[in-house]
């Protein structure tokens, strides 16, 4: 099993920036990739970023690709989402997730064995 705790979120006016954080713990050998996603009210839940456990690669979702960044620390086992040039419609609770055993793609949620709790961002206008 793996245990996910994201933090960072919180409000943020529009153009400012946020650093969410994801600790991981528990059966980390397991990991293949770690991953962020978000959900907006009344939206489904969609992929933002990636990042291979090796941190040889990284996947990002268009609307995102040159305003954040996914970084990994493997000595702290956490996986950050640094996010800038933010927008309204990044509001959105950011979850966590981590791909283990087979692999069945990084870039949605069906890719993904473990989940964080989530935290929320807004961003105001």
């Known amino acids: 099993q793996v245990q996910l705790v994201e933090s960072g979120g919180g409000l943020v006016q529009a153009g400012g920036s946020l650093r969410l954080s994801c600790a991981a713990s528990?059966?980390?050998?397991?990991?293949?990739?770690m991953g962020w996603f978000r959900q907006a009210p009344g939206k489904e839940r969609e992929f933002v970023a990636a990042?291979?456990?090796?941190?040889?690669?990284?996947y990002y979702e268009d609307s995102v690709k040159d305003r954040f960044t996914i970084s990994r620390d493997s000595a702290k086992n956490t996986v950050y989402l640094q996010m800038n040039s933010l927008k309204p419609e990044d509001t959105a609770v950011y979850y966590c997730?981590?791909?283990?055993?087979?692999?069945?793609?990084?870039?949605?949620?069906?890719?993904?064995?473990?989940w964080g709790q989530g935290t929320h961002v807004t961003v105001s206008s």
């Open positions: 528990g059966s980390i050998f397991s990991i293949n990739a």
């Open positions: 997730a981590a791909a283990a055993g087979y692999y069945r793609g990084y870039t949605h949620a069906g890719g993904y064995d473990y």
């Open positions: 990042i291979t456990w090796s941190g040889g690669s990284t």
